[in-house]
């Protein structure tokens, strides 16, 4: 995700932050909806309707991009100049770990071992889940730090974000998987 152009969490009134109340934000974003609906304006000028078109698409994309924890996590990371590339390093234990459980999991597909499937799912949906939480604390701390250490902090929450890309195709393997059945 490329530095954002565009302040998410300002068209939405909301503080820049990880741990976002998701009820809040939902309701940030229909009230400023309510606000910028093309329909109140369905009698300006043509030049006021576009530019309540463009700002109620930016807030959708906006609500979009916020309401999900991933996406939320790059955007907040971008801001502070750190990017997820698609060919990041990895450690590569790491990656032998994940290549050798997405063999399980092709084994296990082969076979058509649908219980075997659902199991080895919940696991990565665990280790998703734990993912996550980690990417939370990690925020929570960052926010007290300043400087080299906070540097450090962001550079642990972007190896959390990689690993969760590789859990998000490993999950969608699953969901294939489960789909054939």
Do not use: W
Not at 37 to 44: G, I, K, Q, V, Y
Not at 84 to 105: F, T, Y
């Amino acid at each position: 995700m490329p530095a954002p152009a565009v302040d998410a969490f300002g068209l939405l009134g909301l503080a820049p932050r990880f741990d976002v109340d998701a009820a809040q934000l939902e309701r940030a974003f229909f009230e400023r909806s309510k606000e910028l609906h093309p329909d109140r304006f369905a009698t300006r000028p043509v030049a006021e309707r576009v530019a309540a078109l463009s700002k109620s698409r930016a807030l959708n994309d906006a609500y979009q991009l916020l309401k999900r924890e991933v996406t939320r996590a790059e955007y907040l990371l971008a801001h502070e100049g750190l990017t997820i590339g698609d060919n990041e390093r990895i450690d590569p234990a790491l990656v032998m770990e994940l290549l050798e459980e997405r063999e399980v999991l092709a084994e296990a597909r082969a076979k058509g071992d649908l219980p075997r499937i659902e199991q080895l799912c919940e696991s990565m949906r665990a280790r998703r889940r734990a993912a996550l939480d980690q990417v939370k604390t990690l925020f929570g701390a960052a926010e007290a730090l300043t400087d080299e250490p906070r540097k450090a902090q962001l550079a642990d929450i972007k190896r959390q974000l990689i690993l969760l890309r590789y859990v998000e195709r490993y999950l969608e393997e699953c969901d294939a998987a489960l789909d054939e059945e």
